[in-house]
């Protein structure tokens, strides 16, 4: 998928790319961003938010396994066969776990569903902040990467935010040079080039990633 147009236009064409191939569910444009010491708001040029079945299914699942937990310790005699499995579960856990911990298998098993469950909703949803750089020359250098870290950092930091950033995205219409990749991978930063071709990642392996 190539590129079309220049400036609000390039930030468009950037939010239909992220929706088309990235996996963003949620588009916002132009967005004004409060920091923690900055006194002006920063310009987030797009925030999408990414979501995860998969992470939505695991939250949901272990906040039933938490529920029937608390209930198999409350009201063991109104869950039937069920009660009886999460004991047995609970059983499980003391029998991995040791004997110190007889009779806390259930209580457990709840606390590592809780856990799980806070996990999944936090992985749930990502929000990324996209800084679009639609320039006719010139490289990408590390001080577009820095500036854009800087500011996702103090948002990050601001204890009133609606919303923090789980990733930065630097979309350029040029080639990033090679100190902007190295600042890249240091500050999390991932980094695309969108040609009048094409719309490609560069300079971070996906092992890199993760």
Known sequence: M???GRGKDFEEYVALYMEAFLGVTRIERNLPVKGKVADRPYDCDVHGIVESRGWRLVSGGSIALFLLGVGAIVIPEHLGDVGSTVQEAGRQVESALGPETAGWGIAILSVIAWVAALLGKKKARRHVWVECK???????????????????ADVCAFTGAKWRPDEMWLVSSTRFDIDALNFARERGVRCFEATEDETSETGVRLEERG
Request: proline share 0%; net charge positive.
């Open 2 to 4: 190539g590129r079309g």
């Open 134 to 152: 639609e320039r006719s020359k010139g490289s990408i250098k590390r001080t577009d990467i820095n500036k854009l870290a800087d500011a996702v």
